[in-house]
């Protein structure tokens, strides 16, 4: 499995966390897969060296199992979505928190809710600051609207990015964005303020967050934070829960560092996911590219 790089964040994943994490989330599709359909997935992670050189960040061998047991998860791989929308006030349960706990067999990763008034207040400030100075950044911001969608007929054409019609924005919304919206107005004050109302909305309607942090930076624990993110998002999905990968804090080290020292996390740890988690009606799903696309 390699790291494309030709579909990164660019400045917006500037030291390419997200995208290894990405490919880390595809491995543990592929280990869910392979258990449901009678295989095991034996799992050899790139060392850093060769990573760098080749953009190779894994080896997957598959073993045929004598008694298949089959993977609750599977399920959950055609369903898993990310929900843009406001989340209900309600608490999540402790055994939910503390089985997802137990999701995580990665020595060196560590997960963390919050879910307290404070935390929960504190969290949709430091998220709120981060957004400001995303939209900023012109190289960052820029980079990233690259992967806006603004019709239904571009995406359906490209089959990737992010678009308001996914979210949970009122009809009338979606229609003015399909056909009023054009990129030099994303580009500008309208798109930058709409993502900066848009999120403080969402920061607000958030009962339960989670961070995913690595105790040092490599391909491998960039991988498996990918693994661990996609575990939970499966097991949310199948618990009926909605997930949103917020990346403001990581993606800006300004802002990381403030985020780890606000939230008693370790200097030395590498803070790879914060996401938001609980309950919503779904919103629209995205379309994705066919696997012959990413198959080389």
């Known amino acids: 499995m390699f790291a494309d790089s030709n579909r990164s964040l660019g400045s917006a994943d500037a030291e390419h966390r997200l995208i290894q994490m990405s490919v880390g989330c595809a491995l543990e599709n592929i280990r869910v897969a392979a258990n449901q359909l009678g295989y095991r997935a034996d799992i050899s992670l790139t060392p850093n060296a060769e990573y760098e050189k080749t953009g190779m960040c894994a080896k997957v061998s598959l073993v045929s199992e004598d008694q298949p047991q089959g993977n609750p998860l599977f399920d959950s791989i055609f369903k898993r979505q990310t929900t843009r929308s406001p989340y209900l006030a309600e608490p999540t349960p402790e055994i939910i928190k503390s089985s997802m706990m137990g999701l995580n067999d990665f020595s ?18 430091i998220n709120d600051a981060a957004c400001v100075a995303f939209t900023k950044d012109d190289s960052a911001y820029l980079d990233s609207l690259k992967w806006w969608r603004y019709s239904r007929e571009e995406i359906l054409k490209k089959r990737d990015g992010i678009s308001i019609f996914t979210s949970a924005a009122p009809s009338a919304i979606k229609q003015y964005f399909q056909y009023g919206v054009s990129p030099e107005d994303m580009a500008g004050d309208f798109g930058r303020q709409g993502e900066i109302d848009l999120m403080k909305n969402l920061f607000a309607a958030t009962p339960l967050w989670g961070v995913i942090t690595a105790s040092d930076v490599s391909n491998a624990s960039r991988l498996q934070s990918g693994q661990l993110f996609e575990r939970i998002f499966l097991d949310a999905t199948r618990q009926n829960y909605r997930m949103q990968a917020i990346n403001y804090v990581s993606e800006q080290q300004e802002y990381a560092n403030k985020f780890k020292e606000q939230f008693r996390i370790p200097k030395t740890d590498e803070l790879l996911m914060v996401f938001r988690m609980g309950k919503a009606e779904l919103c629209e799903k995205s379309v994705r590219l066919p696997l012959s696309d990413i198959i080389v």
């Open 108 to 125: 060196n990763i560590s997960l963390r809710w919050f879910d307290d008034s404070a935390d929960l207040a504190a969290m949709a400030e």
